[in-house]
């Protein structure tokens, strides 16, 4: 099994838990979709996304698992070595799954896109994915929009995207930035 799009089902906790276990050992999984189902912070831990050390392309976005169930994934998230595309949009990981996406960013060589909107991430979160950001060379796209970064955080990610030479696309619409951000 190479491919597995099961977003956008009723999936909970405990289904969450049984793929898991039914990934264990699945080393051939490239492209995981499990978006908008309703995966919360205990079954995202459950995942053994470790297990699935040639995953290219992983979307978890549309589950409610906050940033308790970021600190759980992203350990797992940081041995998946060939990752590329990471959505964790509308995830509500606020600023605290900010720093825990920030914290493995180093350690996904091959990351090219990575999407975090509509997660209520603040200056504090935005500061911490800018130092992240300047540890992750292949990035090509980050998307931001819709969250609270503001004028802090814009100015803090504005001073990293010199050290992103790969970064093509930079989304941060919406995001309670004024003037003092934008210059």
Same mark, same amino acid.
């Given at each position: ?14 289904? %969450? @838990? &049984?793929?898991?276990?039914? *990934?264990?050992?699945?080393?051939? +999984?490239?492209? !995981?979709?499990?978006?908008? #189902?309703? $995966? ?57 799954? %900010? @720093? &825990?996406?920030?914290?493995? *960013?180093?350690?996904?060589?091959? +990351?090219?896109? !990575?999407?975090?909107?509509? #997660?209520? $991430? ?59 951000? &934008?210059?």
């Amino acid at each position: 099994l190479e491919h597995l799009d099961l977003g956008q089902n009723p999936i909970g906790n405990d289904s %969450a @838990e &049984a793929l898991g276990v039914l *990934l264990l050992g699945k080393s051939k +999984l490239v492209h !995981l979709d499990m978006g908008s #189902n309703l $995966i919360e912070s205990e079954g995202v831990r459950t995942l053994a996304l470790a297990e699935c050390s040639s995953l290219e392309y992983l979307n978890l976005s549309g589950n409610a698992f906050e940033a308790a169930g970021m600190e759980r994934v992203a350990p797992s998230l940081s041995q998946c070595a060939f990752l590329a595309d990471l959505h964790l949009n509308a995830c509500e990981l606020r600023d605290g799954g %900010a @720093e &825990a996406v920030a914290a493995i *960013l180093k350690d996904l060589r091959s +990351l090219k896109t !990575l999407s975090l909107c509509h #997660n209520v $991430i603040q200056s504090h979160g935005a500061s911490s994915l800018a130092h992240g950001i300047s540890a992750c060379p292949s990035l090509e796209t980050l998307s931001l929009g819709w969250n609270r970064i503001g004028d802090a955080g814009a100015a803090a990610l504005a001073g990293q995207l010199a050290s992103a030479a790969a970064l093509k696309s930079f989304g941060m619409q919406n995001n309670w930035v004024g003037d003092e951000g &934008a210059s």
